[in-house]
T-cell receptor, first 114, second 110 residues
Framework: DGGITQSPKYLFRKEGQNVTLSCEQNLNHDAMYWYRQDPGQGLRLIYYSQIVNDFQKGDIAEGYSVSREKKESFPLTVTSAQKNPTAFYLC?????????????FGPGTRLTVT | KNEVEQSPQNLTAQEGEFITINCSYSVGISALHWLQQHPGGGIVSLFMLSSGKKKHGRLIATINIQEKHSSLHITASHPRDSAVYICAVPPETSGSRLTFGEGTQLTVNP
């Protein structure tokens, strides 16, 4: 089945550690996105990539890093510089680069940092 | 003021009721998205529309570009419709980025 996979579903880390969240898609989509969701707030864009080997900062990129070495993969690293890393992280992809393309979402990773 | 505002924030209905969720936006857009987020967190795209009305099963989405307003209707609501419904728009200057509303938590009781 085509879709987006994120792993793991739940992730626990100690403060000060970097952690990498996986996002893989087999939809042959060009564009991929990372969002963060906090209780009572709308999704906020962390990073997005419209093509392999290229990515742009979103609205809340500080403390995060990404890579896009392969079309199907867009891992997100939450670094120790991120002040409030505990959140629900969602990865998405879309066929094209324009905003009118439907976005397909992964199941999300819930990160807890203590 | 947020670029995308949804109302109501929370909605409780009895099974069978007709439900309306509203979305207003303040920016120029090319299309509007309605998404559904289930309790486990997964998000599904319900509609993407740029004019008029779209229908899928018991779900209907309408948009009025001039008034910058969209509505999502659920006919004959069912407990399995309980979820968070999210409106999202791509501001014309934003490229492929979406701006999301805070969501409407819908609970349908049997």
């Amino acid at each position: 089945d085509g879709g987006i996979t994120q792993s793991p579903k739940y992730l626990f880390r100690k403060e000060g550690q970097n952690v990498t969240l996986s996002c893989e898609q087999n939809l042959n989509h060009d564009a991929m996105y990372w969002y963060r969701q906090d209780p009572g707030q709308g999704l906020r864009l962390i990073y997005y990539s419209q093509i392999v080997n290229d990515f742009q900062k979103g609205d809340i990129a500080e403390g995060y890093s990404v890579s896009r070495e392969k079309k199907e993969s867009f891992p997100l690293t939450v670094t120790s510089a991120q002040k409030n890393p505990t959140a629900f992280y969602l990865c998405a992809s879309s066929l094209g680069r324009g905003a009118s393309y439907e976005q397909y979402f992964g199941p999300g990773t819930r990160l807890t940092v203590t | 003021k947020n670029e995308v505002e949804q109302s109501p924030q929370n909605l409780t209905a009895q099974e069978g009721e007709f439900i309306t969720i509203n979305c207003s936006y303040s920016v120029g857009i090319s299309a509007l998205h309605w998404l559904q987020q289930h309790p486990g967190g997964g998000i599904v795209s319900l509609f993407m529309l740029s004019s008029g009305k779209k229908k899928h099963g018991r779900l209907i989405a309408t948009i009025n570009i001039q008034e910058k307003h969209s509505s999502l209707h659920i006919t004959a609501s069912h407990p399995r419709d309980s979820a968070v419904y999210i409106c999202a728009v791509p501001p014309e200057t934003s490229g492929s980025r979406l701006t999301f509303g805070e969501g409407t938590q819908l609970t349908v009781n049997p």
